[in-house]
Every structure is written in C-alpha cells, then in structure tokens.
C-alpha cells in the first residue's frame, strides 16, 4: 500500500525557533518522488521541493532543509530561524508508478504556526 | 502566464442539484487530476488524466464524474450533490516524465446544504 504519514497536526513555535516537519511513507515501488507543499492561509498550494528515491542527499535552500533517509522512509522538513511568515500548512506526497505526478498521495498535513 | 485556472472560487449548492467545477489549463500538460481537501485528510485523489480521452478513478470517486475530451480542460461533475461533497477542490496539472511537480490551481470552495 502507498501512504504518507504526518504525525504531527499542529506545531506551534516561536519566531526564531527551529521547527522540523516529519513525514513518514510508504511505498513498494523501487522509483518514486516525495515533495513538499506549502499551502498558505490565503489557500494556495506552493511547491517546495522534490527528492527522487535515487538521490539521498539532503537539500537546503535558504531556511529550509530537507532530510531524505530510505532506510526509515522518511523526508523531513526543517525550517531555521522561522519567521511569522512560514505559518501556513505543509503538505508532504508521494508521487508513486515511477513519477506519475497525476496521481500524488498526500500526507494529512502539519499546521504549523509561528508566533511573534 | 494563467497555469491552472480553476472556477468558480466559492459555490453553495443544495443537496440533489449537479454542477460542474471548471478547470483549464495553459501550459500544455498532458496530466491532470483533481483532488479534494477535507480537514485532518490532506488531499485526496477524485479522478485523474494521462492525456485527452483518458480518465481513471482515483482514492474517492463515488459521486464524481470527469472527462477530458482537450489537453486543456478537466472539468469535473458533480452528478447529485450531497452534504459530504462539501470541501475544497483542487485542480492540478502536470507535464509527462519523472523530474516535475504539480501545478495547483487556486482552489473551489463548495458547501452543500
């Protein structure tokens, strides 16, 4: 069975604070892709990154960071130093059949919220 | 530069009566999907498209109906609405090939009373 895991509902930080976002999946295929989105208060969904299953090295871009680990089938989102402007709903999915993005398994989603 | 246009914003329908979510767009691609965005569920797959003339159920497609006679255009329908279709419906569309994302649309707010 395909499945993504965000245990986490809702996480609430203070400015500056570092936060890391879990995601957990599952998947029997041996090529798949995971992303993040972010989805906003005003209801957008924004994409973040993409990491395909060949390639474990971790990511960073600005503030964010990206832990990719097969062997416990996670990808993990950190934000450093987080501003009031992260708050919104991040989304991890799993894009499985060899990368059909057509057909992406969503994680329930993290409610992040920074506070000034 | 539109990408995925999707309409309309809001509706408010009452049980039993059909309508039509549009989407559309300009870039080409030849995957298209819609999803539906309930609380504490994430998103999830209604119906999705490889291509003009090909269509396939996705996670929850009991009540939805979709057909893709364009590259352009997946429009979905809602045959007889029913107060649990009330959600936040997502379009999406994406090029063919492995190293892509998903482009969203804006999103349809639809309540049923």
């Known amino acids: 069975a395909q499945k993504v895991t965000q245990a986490q509902t809702e996480i609430s930080v203070v400015e500056k604070e570092d936060v890391t976002l879990d995601c957990v999946y599952e998947?029997?295929?041996?090529?798949?892709?995971l992303f993040w989105y972010k989805q906003p208060p005003s209801g957008e969904l924004v994409f973040l990154i993409r990491?395909?299953?060949?390639?474990?090295q971790n990511e960073i871009s600005g503030r964010y960071s990206w832990n990719f680990q097969k062997s416990t089938s996670s990808f993990n989102f950190t934000i450093t130093a987080s501003q009031v402007v992260d708050s919104a709903v991040y989304f991890c999915a799993l894009s499985p059949e060899r990368g059909n993005t057509g057909k992406l398994i969503f994680g329930q989603g993290t409610t992040l919220q920074v506070k000034p | 530069n539109a990408g995925v246009t999707q309409t309309p914003k809001f509706q408010v329908l009452k049980t039993g009566q059909s309508m039509t979510l549009q989407c559309a767009q300009d870039m080409n691609h030849e995957y298209m999907s819609w999803y539906r965005q309930d609380p504490g569920m994430g998103l999830r797959l209604i119906h999705y498209s490889v291509g003009a003339g090909i269509t396939d159920q996705g996670e929850v497609p009991n009540g939805y109906n979709v057909s893709r006679s364009t590259t352009e255009d997946f429009p979905l329908r809602l045959l007889s609405a029913a107060p649990s279709q009330t959600s936040v419906y997502f379009c999406?569309?994406?090029?063919?090939?492995?190293?892509?994302?998903?482009?969203f649309g804006q999103g349809t707010r639809l309540t049923v009373v």
């Open positions: 990491r395909n299953s060949f390639d474990e």
């Open positions: 998947t029997r295929d041996t090529t798949y892709y």
């Open positions: 999406a569309s994406s090029p063919r090939g492995p190293n892509t994302e998903a482009f």
